[in-house]
């Protein structure tokens, strides 16, 4: 068995697998995860073939559930994602991440002219959601839209 398919079949039994990520974005999710150093034992196992994306990351972690935030974290970079909740060797739940209808703070607005990027305004950035497929977002208060691809850039 080659060590990739090691990592593919090898089941963890407590904790979290997070499926369907786009290509190429596993390391992002587990660096916003703060999963770096963090001690977690976890695999990524990138641009495993995908019925649904042609290609796809996989990210699991033994012994972490995700918080509320940390789902709306994964879903600005991975839209499609699925979570799978493992309990004693099971899938216990299967969950679909969703983008959040509203993302304030973490989201930088990449217009530099907006109130938000203002030093002394103190204006808290707040996106809303436009679409989900494709994934879109709007500044609530000079009207930026972004993308997918750029809000992978600016988290
Ligand atoms: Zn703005």
Redesign the pocket.
């Known amino acids: 068995m080659s060590g990739e398919e090691g990592l593919l079949v090898r089941k963890i039994r407590e904790g979290t697998v997070i499926d369907h990520i786009s290509a190429g974005r596993g390391l992002q999710v587990a660096r916003l995860l703060g999963l770096e150093n963090s001690g977690y034992r976890m695999a990524i196992v990138s641009n495993v073939e995908s019925k649904k994306l042609g290609k796809k990351d996989i990210v699991k972690v033994e012994g972490l559930f995700l918080t509320s935030e940390q789902i709306n974290l994964v879903s600005l970079v991975a839209p499609n994602a699925t979570l799978n909740i493992i309990k004693e060797g099971n899938v216990v739940l299967k969950q679909k991440v969703r983008p959040p209808e509203i993302v304030e703070k973490i989201l930088p607005?990449?217009?530099s002219s907006?109130?938000?990027?203002k030093k002394g305004e103190h204006v808290v950035?707040r996106m809303i959601l436009v679409s989900t497929v494709p994934l879109l977002y709007k500044?609530?208060?000079?009207?930026?839209y972004v993308g997918e691809a750029e809000i992978a850039r600016l988290l």
Do not use: F, M, V
């Not at 907006?114 to 990027?117: A, D, E, K």
């Open positions: 607005c990449p217009n907006c109130i938000t990027r950035p500044c609530a208060y000079c009207g930026t």
